[in-house]
């Protein structure tokens, strides 16, 4: 093993990728992105030096957990894993999680990234089992249990039973919705511009507030598009949490629509153990509550809902035999 390398569990999504070493746990934590040359189209940097930086252009190659941009998506992938590989000649033995609305087309191109950014061998793993081992949920538990995973892009939504997902579903409303929400907000009550970076970062400190006070705030750096100079805006945390709730609906009926075809005594499971939020939108409290109102079951977050999908690769890292027994089904 010290010559093939030691196995990773890589949770590769569209805002962030984060790295799992047995025994270590999460080891990386950075965003998915990639700085390029404007003039040249050369890349200067990945993760977290390839944001904010105004030497190029970044560019974000992962859409949905897949690659969008295969090149550049394989070329983050391998200065991650080498990033954190103590070998650097070493190929490692990838495991990563596989969207449940995955095409075959799709899964191919997750091999193809994975052996191009030099893994010996990629094992898949639906994201939605990842998520619900990350999230603590028992492993074989015939049980039916729903994970709504609120990722970048898009929300999905799957229903399982043992080891297997009995039912999917997504819509397009995810953090990147939620960030527009909140500055259409802005734009709409003050005039000015906030752009997509900091609408984001506002919704994590609203959403990191354990529970909203009617005076709580929470500062933004918007732009007066007249003038282009910057203003500090005092934005509630409770407006903040409601207006980035707002997509609760569509990410309901889609879940109402998974439920509908489940069989009879896993609906009536859900009736009572109720979902599990994951990713970044589980961090706001306006969402769990609108959820619950809409789908009338318990809606809860996960305990640590940002690196669920993470902690579940992990988990089936740590078990060899649960990796075999996914690999079987899979293949």
Same mark, same amino acid.
């Given at each position: 093993?010290?010559?093939?390398?030691?196995?990773?569990?890589?949770?590769?999504?569209?805002?962030?990728?984060?790295?799992?070493?047995?025994?270590?746990?999460?080891?990386?934590?950075?965003?998915?992105?990639?700085?390029?040359?404007?003039?040249?189209?050369?890349?200067?940097?990945?993760?977290?030096?390839?944001?904010?930086?105004?030497?190029?252009?970044?560019?974000?190659?992962?859409?949905?957990?897949?690659?969008?941009?295969?090149?550049?998506?394989?070329?983050?992938?391998?200065?991650?894993?080498?990033?954190?590989?103590?070998?650097?000649?070493?190929?490692?033995?990838?495991?990563?999680?596989?969207?449940?609305?995955?095409?075959?087309?799709?899964?191919?191109?997750?091999?193809?990234?994975?052996?191009?950014?030099?893994?010996?061998?990629?094992?898949?793993?639906?994201?939605?089992?990842?998520?619900?081992?990350?999230?603590?949920?028992?492993?074989?538990?015939?049980?039916?249990?729903?994970?709504?995973?609120?990722?970048?892009?898009?929300?999905?939504?799957?229903?399982?039973?043992?080891?297997?997902?009995?039912?999917?579903?997504?819509?397009?409303?995810?953090?990147?919705?939620?960030?527009?929400?909140?500055?259409?907000?802005?734009?709409?009550?003050?005039?000015?511009?906030?752009?997509?970076?900091?609408?984001?970062? &506002?919704?994590?400190?609203? @959403?990191? +507030?354990?529970? $909203?006070?009617? !005076?709580?705030?929470?500062?933004? %750096?918007? *732009?007066? /598009?007249?003038?282009?100079?910057?203003?500090?805006?005092?934005?509630?945390?409770?407006?903040?949490?409601?207006?980035?709730?707002?997509?609760?609906?569509?990410?309901?009926?889609?879940?109402?629509?998974?439920?509908?075809?489940?069989?009879?005594?896993?609906?009536?499971?859900?009736?009572?153990?109720? &979902?599990?939020?994951?990713? @970044?939108? +589980?961090?706001? $409290?306006?969402? !769990?509550?609108?959820?619950?109102? %809409?789908? *009338?079951? /318990?809606?809860?977050?996960?305990?640590?809902?940002?690196?669920?999908?993470?902690?579940?690769?992990?988990?089936?890292?740590?078990?060899?035999?649960?990796?075999?027994?996914?690999?079987?089904?899979?293949?």
């Amino acid at each position: 093993m010290s010559i093939l390398g030691r196995d990773l569990a890589v949770d590769l999504g569209a805002a962030r990728t984060r790295i799992y070493i047995k025994r270590k746990g999460i080891v990386l934590d950075e965003p998915s992105a990639v700085l390029l040359d404007r003039r040249t189209g050369k890349v200067i940097a990945f993760g977290a030096e390839a944001v904010g930086d105004g030497r190029g252009e970044t560019h974000w190659p992962v859409s949905g957990g897949l690659p969008a941009d295969a090149e550049l998506a394989q070329r983050l992938v391998r200065h991650f894993t080498r990033k954190v590989h103590w070998r650097p000649y070493a190929r490692p033995r990838l495991v990563m999680a596989l969207p449940g609305d995955s095409t075959p087309m799709a899964r191919a191109a997750l091999h193809d990234m994975a052996y191009e950014a030099q893994a010996r061998d990629i094992v898949l793993v639906p994201q939605a089992l990842a998520a619900a081992l990350g999230a603590g949920l028992p492993s074989g538990d015939r049980s039916g249990q729903m994970i709504i995973d609120i990722g970048r892009h898009a929300t999905r939504v799957a229903v399982l039973s043992g080891d297997m997902v009995v039912a999917h579903g997504s819509v397009p409303y995810g953090g990147r919705a939620m960030d527009r929400a909140i500055a259409r907000l802005v734009e709409r009550e003050h005039g000015l511009a906030l752009d997509e970076f900091e609408a984001e970062a &506002a919704k994590m400190r609203a @959403g990191a +507030a354990p529970r $909203p006070a009617d !005076g709580e705030i929470v500062p933004v %750096h918007a *732009r007066d /598009p007249d003038t282009g100079r910057e203003r500090v805006l005092a934005l509630p945390v409770r407006l903040l949490c409601e207006v980035a709730a707002q997509p609760a609906g569509p990410i309901a009926r889609i879940a109402e629509e998974t439920v509908a075809r489940c069989p009879a005594e896993l609906a009536a499971d859900l009736g009572e153990r109720g &979902a599990v939020l994951v990713g @970044g939108g +589980a961090l706001l $409290p306006g969402l !769990g509550r609108r959820l619950r109102e %809409h789908l *009338r079951m /318990p809606v809860r977050p996960a305990e640590r809902p940002l690196e669920s999908v993470a902690l579940g690769l992990g988990r089936c890292l740590d078990h060899l035999g649960l990796t075999g027994r996914l690999r079987s089904r899979l293949t």
